[in-house]
């Protein structure tokens, strides 16, 4: 006979405390198993729904919970509807009849247990696991009601867990300022939250939905890579990382114009360009983007500047057009030779990452005979200059 363990919730996010739950819950019932049952609609939530869809919460908890005994479960989400607790607990039953089950539930919503729709024939079917805060639980309290409810309480295992002060409304309002979100969330879940673009302002969720629509899916998922990689660089040096991720999410928008669109775009709105930026589709597409992300979403000018020159680079750059160049270098779905280099390094020197960046640069188009744009050289020299200044006076 297994032990198997029930652990419903929102999951949106799913956050450390999450996993560190799960890991005691392991350990403190002697589990088998542990199924991680994320909700399509709680019944106490039927207002405000979730932020995030059900695949990508299904999917955190994936990338969150990676003990072999851990299965996350699709059950709730694959019924659909309002979630309660009585169906999915008489559908594990009917999986497992021989085994020993128990139903995970917190203190506040033990103390309302008996509100819970059919809940008796929950307590016939499982044990209530009920974890306890040891920081906040008045234990009298929670013995009073357990009194007061006798079949509650012959069905019901208290453990005291010592919660971890996080919750996922804090980390969605985190997210939609792009903050770090180190200790809050696995690495891996914070790198899938920024990529699929969730819990962003109607705003920004309004730029990407305008994006993916003019990209393919390639190019999609390149902008929402240099988007996170721009907000991590952004974090690092002091620009605001809200703008970063901006920067990033549109400075591909119009990529994949052809380059008679490109002309045609560049007269129609009066955008000047040099002969060399009208013959060269790679050069197009910064300047359309810049201008498109100006005329559409006036993101603000150091966002505008940023795309403009994130493919070329030019003399005196700002910081945000050093990091957004530098992200679309460093992005994770780049896999050239020395990317894990130039990554590490961009963490210490935006400019010798500059530096390596313009080179590979220039010597890719020399070596294919194509001409190299001003701005290009100048920014190259200007670095060189700088560093060798640098050096003599050291």
């Not at 309002?173 to 809050?184: F, Y």
């Given at each position: 006979?297994?032990?198997?363990?029930?652990?419903?919730?929102?999951?949106?996010?799913?956050?450390?405390?999450?996993?560190?739950?799960?890991?005691?819950?392991?350990?403190?019932?002697?589990?088998?198993?542990?199924?991680?049952?994320?909700?399509?609609?709680?019944?106490?939530?039927t207002e405000t729904?979730?932020?995030?869809?059900?695949?990508?919460?299904?999917?955190?908890?994936?990338?969150?919970?990676?003990?072999?005994?851990?299965?996350?479960?699709?059950?709730?989400?694959?019924?659909g509807g309002v979630s309660y607790s009585v169906e999915t607990v008489r559908a594990f039953r009917a999986l497992h009849p021989d085994d020993e089950l128990f139903f995970v539930v917190g203190e506040d919503q033990l103390t309302q247990f008996h509100k819970w729709y059919m809940y008796r024939d929950i307590l016939s079917m499982v044990t209530l696991a009920a974890v306890r805060r040891e920081r906040t639980t008045e234990n009298g309290a929670l013995q009073a009601y357990l009194d007061e409810h006798p079949e509650i309480g012959?069905?019901?295992?208290?453990?005291?867990?010592?919660?971890?002060?996080?919750?996922?409304?804090e980390i969605r309002?985190?997210?939609?300022?792009?903050?770090?979100?180190?200790?809050?969330v696995t690495p891996e879940t914070e790198d899938f939250i920024y990529k699929r673009g969730l819990y962003q302002t109607e705003a920004v969720r309004t730029m990407i939905a305008d994006i993916r629509g003019r990209l393919s899916d390639y190019r999609f998922y390149h902008s929402m890579c240099v988007a996170d990689a721009a907000r991590r660089l952004a974090l690092r040096y002091g620009w605001d990382p809200a703008k970063a991720y901006v920067s990033g999410v549109l400075h591909d928008a119009m990529k994949e114009l052809g380059r008679r669109e490109g002309l045609r775009y560049f007269d129609e709105?009066?955008?000047?360009?040099?002969?060399?930026?009208?013959?060269?589709?790679?050069?197009?597409?910064?300047?359309?983007?810049?201008?498109?992300?100006?005329?559409?979403?006036?993101?603000?000018?150091?966002?505008?500047?940023?795309?403009?020159?994130?493919?070329?680079?030019r003399a005196d750059m700002t910081l945000p057009e050093k990091i957004?160049?530098?992200?679309?270098?460093?992005?994770?779905?780049?896999?050239?030779?020395?990317?894990?280099?130039?990554?590490?390094?961009?963490?210490?020197?935006?400019?010798?990452?500059?530096?390596?960046?313009?080179?590979?640069?220039?010597?890719?188009?020399?070596?294919?005979?194509?001409?190299?744009?001003?701005?290009?050289v100048n920014c190259y020299n200007q670095i060189l200059l700088e560093k060798i200044r640098k050096e003599k006076e050291a």
């Open positions: 006979m297994k032990r198997i363990a029930l652990f419903g919730g929102s999951f949106d996010p799913i956050h450390t405390g999450h996993v560190r739950l799960a890991d005691f819950l392991l350990h403190a019932l002697r589990l088998n198993e542990l199924t991680v049952i994320p909700a399509a609609v709680s019944p106490f939530k729904g979730t932020a995030a869809p059900d695949e990508d919460r299904l999917q955190m908890c994936r990338l969150s919970l990676t003990d072999p005994r851990i299965t996350v479960s699709d059950f709730e989400i694959k019924k012959a069905h019901t295992c208290l453990l005291d867990f010592d919660p971890f002060p996080v919750s996922s409304t309002q985190k997210v939609a300022s792009c903050e770090d979100l180190s200790g809050l709105h009066g955008v000047a360009v040099s002969e060399s930026e009208r013959l060269i589709k790679k050069l197009q597409h910064a300047i359309t983007g810049a201008d498109y992300a100006k005329r559409t979403y006036d993101p603000g000018d150091d966002i505008v500047s940023a795309i403009r020159f994130h493919t070329t680079g957004l160049f530098v992200a679309d270098f460093i992005s994770d779905d780049r896999d050239y030779t020395g990317v894990a280099q130039m990554r590490e390094r961009a963490q210490t020197s935006l400019e010798w990452m500059m530096e390596e960046g313009l080179r590979f640069t220039i010597e890719d188009l020399a070596k294919e005979n194509r001409p190299i744009h001003p701005d290009t």
